[in-house]
């Protein structure tokens, strides 16, 4: 069983860069497509960026791809991280992220994930 845990979530201001961190345990993590989708209150939860398993494909959101970059690290047997660069952050940026696993291919669909995180809170001041 995947297990998924976000981290590096604050309060920053308009211009600001953050990181996030999802570290993916498990025995089968490498083989796992890994992504990042946000949502905002009151809205629809979004497709932020993902990277499929295996030195696989990128996807990033049009919305962001500009500002936001996902990489993935695969040093360790048993755990792999996923990163999501967010630089020049827009108040619009506010949403809980969520990290999200399925089987080695990326997807923008987030009824394609069957393995989520708790979620970690970006707030972003004007």
């Known amino acids: 069983q995947v297990r998924l845990i976000e981290s590096g979530g604050g309060l920053v201001r308009a211009g600001d860069s953050l990181k996030l961190s999802c570290t993916a345990s498990?025995?089968?993590?490498?083989?796992?497509?890994l992504a990042w989708f946000r949502q905002a209150p009151g809205k629809e939860r979004e497709f932020v960026a993902a990277?499929?398993?295996?030195?696989?494909?990128?996807?990033?959101?049009d919305s962001v791809k500009d500002r936001f970059s996902i990489s993935r690290d695969s040093a360790e047997i048993m755990a792999h991280a996923v990163y999501l660069q967010m630089d020049s952050l827009k108040p619009e940026d506010t949403a809980i992220y969520s990290c999200?696993?399925?089987?080695?291919?990326?997807?923008?669909?987030?009824?394609?994930?069957?393995?989520w995180g708790q979620g970690t809170q970006v707030t972003v001041s004007s």
């Open positions: 990277v499929s398993c295996c030195g696989g494909s990128i996807e990033t959101a």
């Open positions: 498990g025995r089968t993590s490498s083989s796992h497509a």
């Open positions: 999200a696993a399925r089987w080695a291919i990326a997807t923008t669909k987030g009824e394609d994930y069957d393995i």
